[in-house]
């Protein structure tokens, strides 16, 4: 969690190296996943989990984690307004400070 002692433009920036690295994380994911399915089919084996539920532990974890960056944009967006908010207040308490 970010702390609420960091000023909201850091907390942008944490967040959208966050996103970055779980965007790299969800490519090598994609990648592994295909080369497993690759693998087990050349050995002639089938992923047990994805028999019975319809889905791998790999595409489980490719969906939580298409999950965690869905909340990781919305994050980004809120920290961005808040940002966006903060410096309207400094901008108009500069205006008000040159007009007294």
Avoid: F, W, Y
């Avoid at 965007?23 to 592994?32: A, H, K, P, T």
């Avoid at 992923?47 to 791998?56: E, F, N, P, V």
């Avoid at 920290?79 to 309207?88: D, I, S, T, Y």
């Avoid at 500069?94 to 007009?99: C, E, F, G, N, Y």
Wanted: glycine share 4%.
């Amino acid at each position: 969690m970010v702390s609420d002692q960091t000023s909201p433009k850091s907390q942008v920036a944490l967040a959208l190296d966050t996103r970055e690295q779980a965007d790299r994380l969800l490519q090598r994911l994609s990648v592994d996943s295909t080369l497993s399915r690759e693998r087990m089919a050349a050995a002639g084996k089938r992923d047990a989990l994805r028999r019975i539920t319809g889905t791998s532990a790999m595409d489980r974890a490719i969906g939580s984690l298409n999950d965690m960056i869905t909340d990781l944009d919305e994050l980004i967006a809120d920290l961005e307004a808040r940002v966006a908010a903060h410096e309207g207040e400094r901008s108009g308490a500069k205006v008000l400070q040159t007009a007294t």
